[in-house]
């Protein structure tokens, strides 16, 4: 297995990113909204999207405020489809060794 391959496994592995992938599903999203959604710190929530975006998994644009203010970052997934195919793959090698877990 290449290096990248056992980084991104890692990275995809890390708690609360299936809640950011799945958020991410619906459209683009600020890291406010993200954290929120999938009940992680700032820190933790900064570190597995900076990790996913290193590996090509999201990509962060700056939204144009509708006001004053500050543009925020908004993250998006690069390949979506990809990404859903990815997890249905490991879902479906984790049933064939007989560890169909519940929770997803």
Do not use: I
């Not at 592995?13 to 700032?42: F, I, Q, W, Y």
């Not at 500050?70 to 479906?92: C, I, K, S």
């Amino acid at each position: 297995m290449r290096p990248t391959t056992r980084q991104l496994l890692g990275a995809m592995a890390d708690e609360g990113v299936d809640a950011l992938v799945r958020e991410l599903h619906d459209g683009p999203r600020s890291e406010a909204e993200l954290r929120e959604k999938a009940g992680l710190t700032h820190r933790a929530a900064h570190e597995r999207l900076t990790k996913l975006s290193e590996l090509g998994v999201v990509e962060s644009t700056t939204r144009k405020p509708e006001g004053r203010g500050r543009p925020a970052r908004e993250w998006a997934l690069t390949r979506g489809e990809l990404v859903a195919r990815f997890a249905e793959q490991a879902d479906e090698f984790a049933r064939g060794l007989g560890r169909s877990g519940s929770s997803g």
